[in-house]
């Protein structure tokens, strides 16, 4: 397990960066299938929402246990752009009402903060699903909404910084498919 050394002072925004798989492949991932999301975005928060149970047992103690997670990522406004790969992949969703496996997209959350002993960046890859929001909102161009519900499971690894190249921690584990 890799020690992690976390950037002086504290973190800013920007050093929390999320891309785009754009070809969707997560076997190689680096600066040419990679879009940045964040330009223009207000806010751009990943929610855990905790799956909690509560309950009180017969001696009247209450009981509260987190189970899981749902986590998601509430993006808005996004300015439909000429120059953004991602922009405009939303708008092409919204346009045909994309539903089912047409939303599903691969993501890439990198924490600059974090790096490993050769520099490297600490960062996962991990499916998710477009739930698209409102479109045309505001009076400052043409704007869309949307949330990404995470699903499945993140690989976990590093990130070269500069040639945003992504490598896993460790050979991925077989999935039940592979065992079928």
């Known amino acids: 397990m890799p020690q992690w050394t976390y950037a002086e002072g504290d973190a800013k925004r920007k050093d929390f960066m999320t891309f785009w798989i754009t070809d969707g492949k997560t ?44 986590k998601s990522m509430t993006v808005e406004p996004m300015k439909v752009s000429g120059e953004d790969k ?15 496996s047409e939303l599903h997209n ?25 739930e698209p929001g409102d479109f045309a909102t505001g009076l400052n161009g043409v704007a869309t909404a949307h949330t990404v519900h995470y699903v499945g499971s993140k690989t976990f690894g590093v990130v070269d910084l500069d040639t945003l190249e992504f490598t896993p921690d ?10 079928l």
């Open 170 to 179: 460790g050979a991925a584990a077989a999935s039940l498919d592979d065992l």
């Open 106 to 130: 691969q993501y890439l959350c990198v924490k600059r903060y974090k790096t490993d002993s050769s520099g490297k960046a600490r960062a996962w890859v991990q499916e998710g699903v477009v």
């Open 86 to 100: 991602y922009s405009q992949h939303l708008d092409d969703l919204f346009e045909r009402d994309a539903t089912l």
């Open 27 to 70: 076997d190689t991932i680096s600066k040419s299938n990679l879009a940045i999301i964040g330009k223009g975005i207000e806010d751009m928060p990943i929610s855990s929402n905790a799956e909690t149970e509560e309950s009180q047992d017969v001696l009247g103690n209450n009981n509260f246990e987190i189970t899981g997670y749902a």
